[in-house]
């Protein structure tokens, strides 16, 4: 039985309201249901005998030029002269016009007597077919390159498709994808079943809407680019399909599970949406969480910043360290990377670099021990290197190109005056602006060299019992008062390459640095920075840092 959106088409049909767009959608009606091809059969043949029952003939000669331009050949319809018909024939004659019209297929006969006629029926022309441009395709099984509305299409072959749809529309279709091309749909101009596999669709603008349907649900859209792919479960989504929307131009609206969505340009989803993955626990034993120590242990494999550590003994614990079971960590394997270092201005920081290269010297297979503390998880950094350990990674190495430090500048000893450029935990970076002055211990031939230079500056180092050491602390609380683009003037001397140690602070710094190190509430108000103010040169000796 035709639908009722048949119905109402055909009726503006008949009126002569009907605009192009309308038209089209009912010669789709007419052409897929042969109900409805029936029906608008009948209606059309009706409505001639109607206009024909209720209009003046007209002359014999207008009637047969028209019969003969709508309908040609007609022979039935040129009369003689001699048999012209009475006007009740001209009503017969008409109703066989209709029906010898009918039965040819141009579906028109409403209009024929000229104007002045209440009704104007145009001829429906037929749905344009869907064309492939480009692949291989069988259509309802039979290899083609051409399919109507309704029609099965599946994509042979290992190349893509291209299809253009009847409404003007590009459908590219991956290989092995099955698709139902329907056609115009109630108020929608194309509608394409997405069974299996994936479609890339351009679809031009217009008012009326063009509908993906696939099994998971629907996309919709009015002008865009987009894709939409059937994806089959894999893994613990094993036989639970998910529909895959990615959206080049334009918007869409994908309906799934009941549930609207719209989706942007340059938006993709997939559907229904991966469950959130929980981070992976700690793979240490409890007992071996928060470690901080010497292990001993062998290389298993490397990356590009750390390496795997088979513990095969637990050297040394520290009193820092918060494991309640050190001895749980050996046999196992654990990550271990540089400790990570942030200075002044640095938002994610680095790597110590000499960590870094110590740990990608290492070999698979190579035994060590290690001063590591756990950060992360089954993660332990670096804490420090040993001494030996230092030497080896040094060996071979070419001083850093970045700042080489000329040669009349090397071993200096005496006063500079720059701006801070850099600061870090344990070292600032100053620019010189002047060199204030040289001690006699200064073994520079140049002094001047170093106007213009940017150096690094740190903490004069401070040896304990053991052959460790650590910078001087109140060094370091002084760097802490300094802030990136201060000026100030430094007692340095240089200690290697082109790095450079405090050699004295000055009284008003020593101030500023015992205060740094005080609690926030118990802090003197910060003194004017001392700028271009030259320190008096210390009473001890310069060398006993």
Known sequence: MPSERFEALLADYLDGTIDAAGREELAGEVERDPAAARAFEQAVGFEALLVAAHTEPPPESVLAERLGRRAEPAPVLMLAPDRRPAFGRARALAAAAAAILIAAGVWAAVGLFGPGTPVSVPVPPPAPPNV??????????????????????????????????????NAVLAPKS??????????????????????????????????????????????????????????????????????????????????????????????????????????????????????????????????????????KTWEASKAADPKVLLGLTVKVTASWVKGEGEKKGHPNELQLRFLKKLEVGQEATLDVKNVERDVFAIAELTKDQLAWVKEGQEPKKENPLPEGARGFAGQLRGTVVKRRDQEIGLKVVEVVKAWETSKAADPKALAGLTIKVTAAWVRVEGGKGH????????????????????????VEREVFAIGELTKEQAERAKDARKPEGDRKPERKPDGDKKPEPPKSGRDEF
């Open 132 to 169: 492939v441009l480009a692949g291989k395709v069988l259509v309802d099984g039979v290899e083609s390159a051409a399919a109507g509305n309704g029609a099965r299409v599946e994509v042979l072959g290992d190349q893509p498709a291209e299809i253009r749809l009847a409404d003007g529309s």
């Open 471 to 494: 910078g001087n602390e109140l060094h370091l609380a002084f760097f802490r008062t300094l802030e990136v683009g201060r000026e100030v003037t430094l007692d340095v001397r240089n």
């Open 178 to 315: 099955l698709a139902v091309l329907h056609g115009p749909v109630g108020e929608v101009r194309q509608v394409v079943e997405l069974t299996g596999g994936k479609g890339d669709f351009r679809v031009e603008k217009e008012p009326r809407q063009f509908k993906v349907e696939t099994p998971l649900g629907s996309v919709t859209v009015l002008g865009t680019r987009f894709s939409v792919e059937l994806r089959p479960g894999e893994g613990e989504k094993k036989g639970k399909p998910s529909l895959a929307v990615a959206v080049t131009d334009g918007t869409v609206e994908v309906n799934y599970a009941g549930k609207p969505e719209t989706l942007a340009a340059g938006a993709s989803k997939v559907f229904p949406e991966e469950p959130r993955k929980e981070p992976p626990k700690s793979g240490l034993p409890d007992g071996a969480v928060g470690f901080a120590g010497l292990l001993k242990g062998a290389v298993t494999a490397k990356a590009d910043r750390g390496i795997d550590f088979k513990v095969t003994e637990v050297v």
